[in-house]
């Protein structure tokens, strides 16, 4: 585990070190609704006992999102989120991260 | 915000055969149009309503409890579970955990004289000495009969008439996994006011084809809990078992033309099922593991096997754990099967009125949407035409809805009105206006 999230953490370092992340937030608008909108629900507010996934920094949504596509379990619905985040790629988990930071279901 | 639904391709479509004149047929065809109005907006994870003539409506949120919403808008919050706040009273014991909480809730057929609610919750007063791991008896879904003071702002009497649900009291080693799964939940009073209430199978694989585990089955009830006296389960079984062998019976409503009953249920990975209830029939699911062919399984489980984390042919698990075994002799074979898919089917009711048109008789059936391993997501109210005989369908109708949801609970109104709540945390009032 430690390794895993150090691998993580450098590889996100190496990628993201030049600041400000590069995601488009009306991309990943598009790209939630097609692949995330049905469980989580609108603007990632959350629905039934899938969890809220608005709210948090870009930096916590990309590793999570890089995490699950690796395979990383994190709790009981993990096989669910390793399917849908396997086909993501970088550039999407960018756009996603941006959207769902400032995501509100108004 | 209003939703137009006009059905207006149909309209139109119907239209031009007449002006042509080449199906006589299609004259006088009632088409309704369909509306879809929010009542409430900004609650979370409704699950469930009972509507009054008068237009009070009884909701449940699964984790905060018990409300009504008058019929000029007020919100009474009336019973709330743990730790809610804003209710006039609350049940410490009551507690919501993953999938579970408070779901299902049912007016008495005399509600107007006495004022009672049946209500369906987690609780963890009869917990006893069981719950310490997820392979025993661990009760923890009841049902409660909440009798309403005169102003129906809060809860006069409470009193437990089913107290003994199993429930899964930890995490497994399956999809959906977590605690709390598979409760059933929703409860409807049926012919004669007896209480129905539809049950999980709680992740256990030996739930659903117990004889006396009330988990993974469908109960026919009085209003104090005690069992219908014609129900028939087989010997030995608990005689509050209408049917068993189930696996996640969100879905419960009565035919209008002949009573009878019919279940709407998730299926594991495939299978999501409609099916025609017959007194003490099985309904064919039967998870255990060394069990029909199969070997070990995660947890002692094997309702989502084989290969239970990874996609594949929906019909090729069917075939290695299917959702109706038909080894079974007392199979009550389904009514559907959504073509083999799982999408979430949650609650059903049958369409009553004649401003429902065509659609009039057909059961209302939410989809939640579940888009694993390449199933379409599915997200959608459909409208169901079954045999007079119930073992089958003439056809399926999509409500023509331009939105799509997490369809939780379907309810019909005393003025003929479907209510919808969703995952999202709205409840629609959908009405058909016969032409």
């Given at each position: 585990m430690p390794k895993f999230i150090g691998a993580i953490s450098l590889a996100v370092m190496c990628v993201y070190s030049g600041g400000a992340s590069a995601g488009d937030a009306a991309a990943g608008d598009k790209r939630y609704h097609e692949s995330c909108h049905a469980c989580h629900g609108p603007a990632g507010k959350g629905a039934s006992s899938y969890p809220k996934v608005s709210g948090n920094t870009v930096e916590y949504t990309r590793e999570k999102l890089i995490a699950y596509r690796s395979g990383q379990k994190f709790g009981p619905n993990s096989p669910l989120m390793i399917m849908m985040a396997k086909p993501l790629s970088d550039e999407e988990i960018e756009h996603l991260a941006v959207y769902l930071k400032d995501a509100k279901y108004e | 915000?209003?939703?137009?639904?006009?059905?207006?391709?149909?309209?139109?479509?119907?239209?031009?055969?007449i002006m042509a004149g080449s199906v006589a047929s299609a004259q006088g065809m009632d088409i309704p149009v369909i509306e879809a109005t929010p009542v409430l907006e900004g609650l979370e994870s409704p699950w469930d309503m009972s509507i009054r003539s008068d237009g009070t409506m009884f909701f449940t949120e699964k984790c905060k409890g018990l409300s009504m919403r008058s019929s000029d808008g007020t919100v009474t919050n009336i019973y709330g579970m743990s730790g809610s706040e804003g209710y006039a009273g609350t049940g410490s014991d009551l507690f919501c955990e993953g999938q579970a909480g408070m779901m299902g809730v049912a007016a008495d057929r005399n509600f107007d004289q006495n004022r009672r609610l049946y209500v369906a919750s987690t609780s963890n007063k009869y917990h006893g000495e069981g719950c310490k791991t997820n392979h025993e008896r661990c009760d923890g879904n009841i049902v409660m009969r909440l009798t309403l003071t005169e102003d129906m702002s809060s809860v006069a009497d409470r009193t437990d008439i089913v107290t003994d649900i199993q429930y899964k009291p930890f995490e497994s080693n399956q999809p959906f996994g977590g605690p709390g799964a598979h409760n059933g939940g929703r409860v409807r009073i049926g012919p004669g006011g007896y209480l129905w209430v539809a049950g999980g199978d709680r992740h256990r694989g030996l739930c659903p084809q117990s004889p006396e585990l009330l988990c993974g089955k469908v109960l026919r009830v009085d209003t104090d809990g005690n069992a219908h006296p014609d129900n028939d389960p087989p010997a030995g079984f608990d005689k509050r078992i209408y049917t068993y062998g189930h696996r996640n019976v969100q879905g419960i409503d009565f035919r209008p033309s002949d009573g009878k009953a019919f279940t709407a249920e998730h299926g594991p990975w495939h299978s999501d099922e409609i099916t025609a209830l017959v007194n003490g029939g099985n309904a064919g699911?039967?998870?255990?593991?060394?069990?029909?062919?199969?070997?070990?399984?995660?947890?002692?489980?094997?309702?989502?096997?084989?290969?239970?984390?990874?996609?594949?042919?929906?019909?090729?698990?069917?075939?290695?754990?299917?959702?109706?075994?038909?080894?079974?002799?007392?199979?009550?074979?389904?009514?559907?099967?959504?073509?083999?898919?799982?999408?979430?089917?949650?609650?059903?009711?049958?369409?009553?009125?004649?401003?429902?048109?065509?659609?009039?008789?057909?059961?209302?059936?939410?989809?939640?949407?579940?888009?694993?391993?390449?199933?379409?997501?599915g997200q959608r109210i459909d409208m169901v035409s079954i045999t007079p005989d119930g073992l089958g369908i003439n056809g399926i109708t999509r409500m023509p809805l331009d939105f799509s949801k997490r369809f939780r609970g379907l309810v019909m109104a005393p003025d003929n009105a479907l209510y919808v709540a969703t995952d999202e945390g709205e409840i629609y009032r959908v009405t058909a206006t016969s032409n």
């Open positions: - | 915000m209003k939703y137009s639904i006009c059905g207006s391709r149909a309209v139109s479509a119907v239209a031009a055969l699911w039967d998870p255990q593991e060394n069990t029909a062919g199969r070997g070990a399984c995660p947890d002692q489980y094997c309702g989502y096997e084989p290969e239970q984390m990874e996609g594949m042919d929906p019909a090729v698990r069917a075939s290695y754990m299917p959702m109706s075994d038909t080894r079974f002799e007392d199979l009550m074979p389904p009514t559907w099967n959504n073509n083999g898919w799982s999408q979430g089917t949650s609650s059903a009711a049958f369409l009553k009125g004649e401003n429902w048109g065509i659609y009039e008789g057909r059961l209302a059936t939410g989809v939640l949407g579940i888009g694993f391993g390449g199933t379409p997501i």
